[in-house]
Each structure stands twice: as structure tokens, then as C-alpha cells.
T-cell receptor, first 110, second 111 residues
Framework: GENVEQHPSTLSVQEGDSAVIKCTYS??????FPWYKQELGKRPQLIID?????GEKKDQRIAVTLNKTAKHFSLHITETQPEDSAVYFC?????????FGRGTSLIVHP | DTAVSQTPKYLVTQMGNDKSIKCEQN?????MYWYKQDSKKFLKIMFS???????INETVPNRFSPKSPDKAHLNLHINSLELGDSAVYFC??????????FGEGSRLTVL
């Protein structure tokens, strides 16, 4: 089955800095790569996703890149704000069951 | 107008008891899921249900059983609760192969 590794497990940045979270996956058949944000005590919610026919996607301060050859994808957050503090999960799927990474706790210090 | 709703939100019970968590989605999605989130925040897939096809994560004890009366509902039954079952359980739905829409979560505490 699919295995998704996510790093780092914790990331601490100053407000205004950039943050990068990296994931690798094992199943070359995976073709959908979403990122979810989970604020404390809340449900995970999709913030951006990318499919295997695209190398990069951007939405305001958030961007995701995908390297299918190397089987890794990354989340980039620019100009971080305190409200970006949360746990971020990457996932990979082929079919309809996504496998999640173990999460990255992002802390943005004002 | 809640898209994925699950009840109860909190559940405190004794070891050995049997309990159920209900989940309903009004999005018309084909696939529903149950995830377990432990204290380290790991989201572990327990079950997925798509067009009457149930896929079970083989690591899930058979004390856990999903029941789907129709496409909009996927309930979770847990028998003989153990301390290690304490976690937050999330129900989710998706149009097959797309974004997951999670419920608010049900926090289960086993004493």
C-alpha cells in the first residue's frame, strides 16, 4: 500500500517568514495530492491540492509543487501570519482512499 | 447547513462498554470514511465505503464495525471498548477521488 512520509514534524517560524513542508510517497500510481490544515480543536480542511498532470499550483500565499519522478511534493507558505499556526497534513491517493502523512505542527511567532 | 455531521461530539464511557457514533452527509457524495486521530495527531484510515463496497484497514480490530443504512450515512459501532480506543474519530465524505469533507469529530474517552 501507499506510504507517505512528511517532514518536519514541527516547524517554528517568525511572522513574515516562509515555511516549507515536504512529503514523499511510495506508490507511483498515486495521482492526487491534497494538503489539509487542522487548527486546534477543529476538523481538517483542504487548503490546496494538485493532480499528477500538474507540476505546480498556487493560491495566494500558498503553493504546492510536485515532482513525480522523485515522488515528492511540497507545500510552500509565504509571508506567514499567526493564523497560519496549525497542523498541516499532506496526503497521496490513487483511487478514493488517501493516505496521510503524520502531520507538521507549524507555529508562527508574532 | 452542516455538510458532514456526526454525533455525539463527546463520549465518555467505561471499559468494556459498547458505543456507536453516527455520521450523516448531505453532499451527495459517493464515498464515506472513518478516520481515527490519536493523541499524536496521526490520521489513520479505518474504513471507507463506496457504492456498497466496504474497504477495511486490516489493522483495525474487529471490535469496530461500520454500518451504512444508505449512501448518506455511515455509522461506527465499537464493542468491548478498551483504553487504547480513546481518540478523536472523524467521519468524512468525498466525491470519489476528490477532496475529503470532514465532520467535526467525536472525542471518545474510555475510562
Amino acid at each position: 500500500g501507499e506510504n507517505v512520509e512528511q517532514h518536519p514534524s514541527t516547524l517554528s517560524v517568525q511572522e513574515g517568514d516562509s515555511a516549507v513542508i515536504k512529503c514523499t510517497y511510495s506508490d507511483s500510481a498515486s495521482n492526487y495530492f491534497p494538503w489539509y490544515k487542522q487548527e486546534l480543536g477543529k476538523r481538517p480542511q483542504l487548503i490546496i491540492d494538485i493532480r499528477s498532470n500538474v507540476g505546480e499550483k498556487k493560491d495566494q500565499r500558498i503553493a504546492v509543487t510536485l515532482n513525480k519522478t522523485a515522488k515528492h511534493f511540497s507545500l510552500h507558505i509565504t509571508e506567514t501570519q499567526p493564523e497560519d499556526s496549525a497542523v498541516y497534513f499532506c496526503a497521496a491517493s490513487h483511487g478514493y482512499i488517501p493516505t496521510f502523512g503524520r502531520g507538521t505542527s507549524l507555529i508562527v511567532h508574532p | 447547513d452542516t455538510a458532514v455531521s456526526q454525533t455525539p461530539k463527546y463520549l465518555v464511557t467505561q471499559m468494556g462498554n459498547d458505543k456507536s457514533i453516527k455520521c450523516e452527509q448531505n453532499l451527495g457524495h459517493d464515498t464515506m470514511y472513518w478516520y481515527k486521530q490519536d493523541s499524536k495527531k496521526f490520521l489513520k484510515i479505518m474504513f471507507s465505503y463506496n457504492n456498497k463496497e466496504l474497504i477495511i484497514n486490516e489493522t483495525v480490530p474487529n471490535r469496530f464495525s461500520p454500518k451504512s443504512p444508505d449512501k448518506a450515512h455511515l455509522n461506527l459501532h465499537i464493542n468491548s471498548l478498551e483504553l487504547g480506543d480513546s481518540a478523536v474519530y472523524f467521519c468524512a465524505s468525498s466525491p470519489s477521488g476528490g477532496e475529503l469533507f470532514f465532520g467535526e469529530g467525536s472525542r471518545l474517552t474510555v475510562l
